[in-house]
């Protein structure tokens, strides 16, 4: 069965360093999302993405965070300058479209600590 | 703005115990329901979820939900509770605009004893 997939699984950097989460969706899935859970909460939504461009965004989701779709494959959420307050799990997730694509497919997350 | 509540944080059920989690949503229209599992250090694993029609749904690992209308509810269910279901177990709402992100509730952590 498709799988979304992300990288790293763990990522540890300094306060202030600029980081980039992978994500590869489902192939034929065509709407894209990132999600963050800080440890202990509950999970947030961050960006959601279609058609390459930002459908909608949070609050969260400041000029500090950027979204890209680089080529056929790729789904990223960069971070220009980390705080430690972006300590959290990154969750990316793809839909389909179409009749009955209710569904968002979540990926196994990457842990994101900031030093 | 939809909302999600689990009122229970954390709940503690003795294995072969019954189970159930409550959520209730908070949406003008009728919402898509879900509920999603995470064990530690894990992602969130889709255990049902509910759209229309039959308001009783089925899902994996024998978990069963029943939307109720008129409570705003979506309660998870499990007659028998087995040591591999402790986990921290969501409820989440969405809908069906478009790319339409997913709401959550805060979550319920699951303590299974012998």
């Known amino acids: 069965e498709p799988e979304v997939t992300q990288t790293p699984s763990h990522q540890v950097t300094q306060m202030g360093q600029e980081v980039i989460l992978r994500c590869v969706p489902i192939s034929n899935h065509l709407y894209f999302y990132w999600y963050r859970q800080i440890l202990g909460q509950k999970v947030e939504f961050l960006v959601s993405?279609?058609?390459?461009?930002?459908?909608?965004k949070s609050e969260i989701f400041d000029d500090q965070f950027s979204v890209e779709r680089p080529d056929g494959s790729n789904f990223t959420l960069k971070i220009r300058s980390t705080k430690l307050e972006d300590s959290a799990m990154y969750f990316c997730a793809s839909k389909r479209l179409g009749q009955g694509s209710y569904e968002q497919y979540f990926g196994p997350g990457t842990r994101l600590t900031v030093t | 703005a939809q909302s999600v509540t689990q009122p229970d944080i954390h709940i503690t059920v003795s294995e072969g115990a019954s189970l159930e989690l409550r959520c209730n949503y908070s949406?003008?229209?009728?919402?898509?329901l879900f509920w999603y599992v995470q064990s530690p250090g894990q992602g969130l694993q889709l255990l049902l979820k509910?759209?229309?029609?039959?308001?009783l749904v089925q899902g994996i690992k024998g978990f069963e939900a029943e939307f109720k209308r008129s409570q705003s509810s979506f309660n998870l269910r499990k007659p028998s509770v087995h040591w591999s279901d402790a986990a921290e177990y969501f409820c989440a709402s969405g809908s069906n605009f478009g790319n339409e992100k997913l709401t959550f509730g805060t979550g319920t952590r699951l303590t299974i004893i012998p």
């Open positions: 993405f279609y058609n390459n461009e930002i459908s909608e």
């Open positions: 949406y003008g229209a009728t919402p898509y």
């Open positions: 509910y759209f229309s029609g039959d308001t």
